[in-house]
């Protein structure tokens, strides 16, 4: 009867996560520093960097453009009701820079290399292939969970990067075309206004986003169980996991950066 | 019997996965160079003991020692380092697929003894020489292989780093009853050839009689019987008769589902 207590069952609900959440944790300290002790597989982590980076570059840019684009015409019809439309590429620049591209570039790379990790080690689980690495004398986490954190997290700012620059490029394009800016002077008014922080604070985020993708794909992949289902629901719980995460870590560190 | 430390000692081993016991003490000796062949219905828990020992599973409770020192007593960098002495071919031969066939039975040469890439090619090429399979194989993928081929090359792996303990999951399982001899016959001929000691898991009579010295039944998450593998038709034990006879009726009652 106890079952049916809505208290008792959210409190086993809320210890439930709470340890997902401990073993979350550990895990991922785990994955960060099991090189530390070496070996190092140099090869791993740049065959997973170059995986993350390139591979996701076409879908991020493309989310970026667009956003970019949808933003300047949001902000110039917002902005003209008390005559600032002049501010749109100020307001767009900060948009972009602190919170659009790091946010939508993590989200879109949940969705691609989260879920991927997460069927690669799942399968490779449920066909002992990780028990069998240990067994060779191979540590896993030195050899797929370190490499892959390590080259999302060094990777996701440079993804950043490039969505800020293709974001602000898609938002030059809707104001000089469609809405009749100056292209230079929207460059030269973006140029002046912005502040490093205002980049590094996203930058920041990126590598936060990254590491807490990347920890989501292994930690599901790693732990996954029971054949090809096992390994779909890894997938799927890397994936909300991972979104749940950046979105958290997301308002907790812009409140933090909002205050210097 | 020898007065001799036995290779493997496993003392009243238990392990439960949530409600389900899997194994409820188990306990069994494999001596130094023998050839230990373990029988029982599926699900009963043969790779779960085998996994224990490996260290890829904790159990709940019991001692493994391996050259008389209980490795669940042991620090766990020094645990790795005993258990690392065990080559293990798994039950559906887990070859790592993003990898080439030589890349696999390499794998512990170039990652774990970071060998040069090219001794441990060559070392791979003979392994796969070993386990009868020509050398253009060795840059074929995985998932390009027979079933029984990519045994062979799971049993290379296995024994590419010339291990002191041999275990070999359903080595024969799924294969014709040809290539099943071959595997066979290979284990026995590389077991002998490294001077290696052996725990073999198989339901699989005809392979269980070419491989054993002796053979011991798990059952209900016990051995219930063990003894030299050419005493296993005479056991006088009805279980081990109604499995090594292959009978429905008997006192071994199949589960229709894991309980
Ligand atoms: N990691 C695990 N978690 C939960 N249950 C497991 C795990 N590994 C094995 N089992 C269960 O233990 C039982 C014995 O499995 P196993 O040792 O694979 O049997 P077999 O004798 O066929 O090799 C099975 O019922 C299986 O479902
Ligand atoms: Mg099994």
Known sequence: METLNPAAQFGRAAIALLAEIGAISLFALRGAFAWVSGPFYTREFISAAIRIGFNSLPVVGLTAVFTGAALALNIYDGSARFNAETFLPQILAVSIVRELGPGFAALMVAGR??????AELGAMRVSDQIDAMSTLAVDPFKFLISPRILAT????????????????????AVAVYALGFEGATYIRNIDSFLTTEDVTSGLIKAGVFGFLISVMGCYYGYKSRGGAQGVGGATRSAVVASAVAILASNYIMTSLFVDF | MSEETPKISVRGLRKS??????LCGVDFDLQKGNSLVVIGGSGTGKSVLLKCILGLI???????????INILKLPPFERTRKTRQIGMLF??????DSLKVWENIAFRLIY?????SASA?????????QVGLPPEVANLSPAELSGGMQKRVALARAIAAEPKILFFDEPTTGLDPITADVINRLIVDRVKAVGASAISITHDMVSARKIADEIAMLHKGRIIWRGPADE????????????VNGRAEGPIKMALKNA
């Open chain 1, 113 to 118: 290399s989260s879920s991927g990790m997460a």
């Open chain 2, 232 to 243: 296993i038709n005479s056991s006088g034990n009805p279980y081990v008769d109604q499995f």
């Open chain 2, 58 to 68: 904790t159990p709940d409770a019991g001692e493994i020692l391996i050259d008389g």
């Open chain 2, 17 to 22: 996965f949530g409600e389900k016991e899997v």
């Open chain 1, 153 to 172: 997290t060094i990777m996701l700012p440079f993804i950043v990067l490039v969505a800020d620059l293709i974001g602000i490029l898609g938002g030059w």
């Open chain 2, 112 to 116: 774990g003894d970071r060998k040069s």
């Open chain 2, 91 to 96: 039950q559906g031969a887990a070859l790592f």
């Open chain 2, 121 to 129: 090619r060559a070392a791979a090429l003979e392994r796969l020489a």
